[in-house]
């Protein structure tokens, strides 16, 4: 065991005393000294604050020292594993829980001359998140969707649309995939009944003024693309940035 602690250690948990913190001061300390601020774990002695999983380190290696006199505050520090995996956000972004299906999407013009289409018409959707800040184009085969009464998105719906949110369908749920970088988009072309009379539908084009990034799920034939960064925005007046 010796042996092990002449590798780093790092903390897995930090705990305060009961009896001298309270869990809104213990989340306030953390802060203060940039640790995370997980929901606290309460027992009858201690607040504990885990900053990593306990799978994380070598079993063996666990101790508890204090940080302070009399302060009240003991860290429970490890070695951690070796050959931890680490996670590469470039490599495997997380998809949004939750994203507003808006338009039916036609093609992205890509920087340096290529044009990713989409020629099955009906089987995908033009989809952002809440917040309108990313594009999501999905095949209608891999998302679900949900019924839901999310404020936010339903805003983003009625104003993009301009028609009320009434029905199933304007809400995709979708799982996490690995995407693949391909370039930055110029512009994009999309199909909607915005603006228009009672069915009809017209085409947009918007051309980015800052190109953002497109991502992919399959460089030969994707089921989801991703339109994120280029300052896009989806206002009641179309797709902007």
Avoid: C
């Avoid at 800040?133 to 949900?146: A, D, F, P, Q, Y």
């Avoid at 749920?173 to 970088?181: E, G, R």
């Avoid at 980015?208 to 034939?221: L, M, Q, T």
């Amino acid at each position: 065991m010796r042996e092990n602690f002449k590798r780093s250690t790092e903390t897995q948990s930090i705990i305060f005393d009961r009896d001298k913190w309270t869990v809104e001061k213990a989340k306030q300390w953390l802060k203060d000294h940039k640790k995370k601020v997980p929901k606290a774990d309460t027992t009858a002695d201690y607040h504990r604050f885990r900053q990593a999983p306990v799978s994380h380190f070598e079993k063996t290696t666990f101790r508890t020292i204090p940080l302070g006199r009399a302060s009240g505050i003991k860290a429970i520090i490890a070695v951690p594993k070796e050959g931890k995996p680490k996670r590469n956000p470039k490599k495997s972004p997380w998809l949004p829980a939750l994203l507003v299906d808006l338009a039916t999407p036609v093609s992205i013009d890509i920087e340096g001359g290529d044009q990713l289409k989409f020629p099955f018409a009906g089987r995908y959707s033009l989809a952002a998140n809440r917040s309108g800040t990313e594009l999501w184009i999905l095949s209608k085969r891999g998302g679900k969707n949900v019924r839901t009464t999310d404020e936010k998105g339903e805003k983003l719906y009625e104003d993009f649309t301009g028609f009320e949110h009434d029905e199933v369908g304007t809400m995709v749920q979708i799982a996490p995939k690995s995407l693949t970088k391909i370039g930055r988009a110029m512009n994009i072309v999309y199909k909607s009944d915005k603006f228009s009379r009672p069915g009809h539908v017209s085409s947009y084009i918007h051309a980015f003024h800052h190109y953002p990034i497109v991502s992919v799920d399959n460089v030969n034939r994707p089921t989801v693309v991703a339109l994120r960064g280029g300052r896009i925005k989806v206002k009641k007046e179309g797709i902007t940035g």
